[in-house]
């Protein structure tokens, strides 16, 4: 049957059954009449994803599924299986339920599989490690976490959840990282994954060769960099290439083919700098945004293109995506300028600790030690290599005004285009591709909505309401015109193409959302400043008090950080 000129009700039907048998790994393994087939498959994704998406399901309510904010999403076997968690610490896995009965509903999922994680903080990031059925957290604990229930993973008897306890389903536990735990990357090797944290280290477990956390027998980080990381992109057709991002104007880029070792620290001494895994380029922005401080750079998110292999975007005040391909200090960065609105700065009372707090910043503006930028400043390379003395001495977790750029030899690429719109001030949030050629990117948005731009030129295509209140995370489906999307809700959203008018699109108003989110940004951003200021004036209080207790003879608070607790979701 001719697909242009099928009814409308079997079009839909027909383009997934196309996209279903779409694969990375058969395309590449394809003889050449085989390839050629898969490449027309491809073509009919793309026309799908050409269309308008809209929210087909909503998986969970109020009585069913995550109790907090589902800060994890990722699809597994091919898109068979979607897994989620959040701050409830539920491991819940999701599969498309053949069985329902309701036939308006294209993409019936239902959670088959509960895990009581047994961690004690929110979970960030989960991932099923390949050819297996073990699944990898990690949560604000610190902890990594292997699960495996093996082939009752996704599959209930009963057609009703089944759950696990810690006990039941958990196999190992690592306490490698000494700060909150990040992202997860799965390798092809069901033993072996990658961790990012916010002690600033990469680390490479295998599951083949335990080993003692409490013994400091840990195997030696991959990285180690000298501020908080929040994000790790690995390249799926170059594998020994890696991106981390986090605290840091830069996001770096290590070759695995160059690694050392961190020879000194396995002989229980402190890592030299030289030791460290082969850093090979730098991306970075050519300037802050507008209200930005010096200091405060902060990357969110970061992929690493599976089509291409070469591009990287990253999340930061907007997505900027670089190559690996691009020579250093060049950028031929294309500007999509969205509206922008006038510097709407609050100027209202808020309270004379506010007042205290400014009154600090400025005498800290006048005596020089740091910088407020109130526009757009270009980004010199050089100003992190000058060796400043970074606030906060080795080990504390205040985040340094200044630091010097341990990779400071690595060459910068400058971005090839960037895309605006979103505002990205109140939680990390990822970004990500979509589409079968990578042929648009994705980010999430403080106002409740995601983006989505087309690559080749920057432009919005939709902008579409994914949560309440903040989306964060957006992964597409492997092989269909699916995407899934959470944030600061309980529940995860579904979309898909629209059959006909999208009713959680908000492309009407694309322009007045841009311009409110340009007006958040600034604001977030020179609140964030001032919040980050405040961060390091408590901590001065508390150490000042520590210290009078300590003379008095009183006791130390073991935790100095309980009243600072900030309310990160990612």
Partial sequence: MNVDESPQGSHLTYQLNIASSITLGSLCEASPSTAITQNWKRR????????????????????????????????????????????????????????????????????????????????????????????????????????????????????NEMSYTTRQACIRILHCHSRRTKRIISEDNPDFFLTVAEDGEVRQHDLRTPHSCARGSCPAPLVKLPHKLSTIALSPLAPYQFVVGGESPFAHLFDRRHSGRYLREEWGMSPAVEDMTTCVRRFSRHSRAPGEAKGYEHITGARMSAWNGHEVPFNSDAVYLFSTRDEPGTGSMVRKSSVRGTDTRDEEDQGSSDYRLRDIFEDLVEDGRTE???????????????????????????????????????????????????????????????????????????????????????????????????????????????????????????????????????????????????????????????????????????????????????????????????????
């Fill in 44 to 159: 009919k994704l793309s026309n799908v994803w050409a269309r308008c998406l809209d929210r087909v399901n909503t998986l969970g309510n109020e009585d069913y599924g995550h109790t907090g904010c589902v800060n994890a999403l990722s699809w597994a076997h091919n898109g068979e299986l979607l897994l989620s968690s959040g701050d409830d610490q539920n491991l819940r896995v999701w599969r498309m339920d053949h069985s329902s009965s309701d036939p308006t509903n294209e993409y019936p999922f239902a959670c088959q599989t509960v895990i009581n994680t047994g961690h004690s903080d929110n979970v960030f990031n989960a991932q099923m490690l390949a050819s297996s059925t073990r699944i990898a957290t990690v949560a604000g604990d610190k902890q990594v976490r292997v699960f495996d229930v093996g082939e009752s993973v996704g599959r209930s008897p009963t057609g």
């Fill in 372 to 570: 407020m930028d109130v526009d757009d400043e270009p980004i010199d390379s050089d100003e992190l290599e000058q060796g400043e003395e970074e606030v906060g001495g080795n080990g504390d977790d205040g985040r340094g005004i200044y630091g010097a750029d341990v990779h400071a030899h690595a060459p910068v690429i400058y971005p090839r285009i960037r895309f605006s719109g979103h505002c990205n001030v109140e939680t990390v949030k990822d970004v990500n591709f979509l589409g079968p050629y990578d042929e648009y990117v994705a980010s999430g948005s403080d106002d409740g909505n995601f983006f989505t731009w087309k690559k080749s030129s920057g432009e919005v295509v939709d902008v579409l309401e994914g949560d309440d209140t903040v989306v964060n995370v957006i992964e597409g489906h492997p092989t269909l015109p699916l995407v899934a999307v959470s944030g600061i809700d309980t529940t995860i959203k579904l979309f898909a193409p629209a059959r006909g008018p999208a009713a959680y699109s908000r492309s009407r108003n694309t322009m007045s959302i841009i311009e409110r989110n340009a007006r958040a940004s600034r604001r977030g951003m020179n609140h964030t400043a001032y919040m980050q200021l405040s961060h390091l004036v408590m901590r001065h209080d508390r150490a000042l008090e520590a210290l009078r207790n300590t003379e008095n003879g009183g006791a130390v608070d073991p935790d100095p950080e309980a009243q600072l607790a900030q309310c990160i979701n990612q």
